[in-house]
Nanobody, 123 residues
Framework: QLQLVESGGGLVQAGGSLRLSCTAS????????VGWFRQAPGKEREFVSV????????YYPSSVKGRFTISRDNAKNTVYLQINSLKPEDTAVYYC????????????????WGQGTQVTVSS
């Protein structure tokens, strides 16, 4: 099965930047669309970005548009999430997830998930 591992989270001051990584193993990575989601304590899981199999199409919700950038390097089996101009409300556990075929903004449509990486933004 496909396995995903996130890394790159940490404690960052407001206005700073982070680059999260999602590294896959176990399957041919280019067969999967990959999304990023986040979840803060007591809140619903929230979609933040998605990229299609070859990296030619991306999508973002308005809450992060202009600050978040998703990219992928299939040769390295890795998807990245660049986060700029971090705000305290970005504090959450960030998860990457994969699905076979067409990309989606809905988390129930994803079958493979990483363990998450904590992003904490201080004011």
């Amino acid at each position: 099965q496909l396995q995903l591992v996130e890394s790159g989270g940490g404690l960052v001051q407001a206005g700073g930047s982070l680059r999260l990584s999602c590294t896959a193993s176990g399957r041919i990575f280019s067969d999967y669309a990959v999304g990023w989601f986040r979840q803060a304590p007591g809140k619903e899981r929230e979609f933040v970005s998605v990229i299609n199999r070859n990296g030619g199409a991306t999508y973002y919700p308005s809450s992060v548009k202009g600050r978040f950038t998703i990219s992928r390097d299939n040769a390295k089996n890795t998807v990245y999430l660049q986060i700029n101009s971090l705000k305290p409300e970005d504090t959450a556990v960030y998860y990457c997830a994969a699905r076979d075929g067409f990309y989606s903004t809905s988390w129930p449509q994803y079958h493979y998930w990483g363990q998450g990486t904590q992003v904490t933004v201080s004011s």
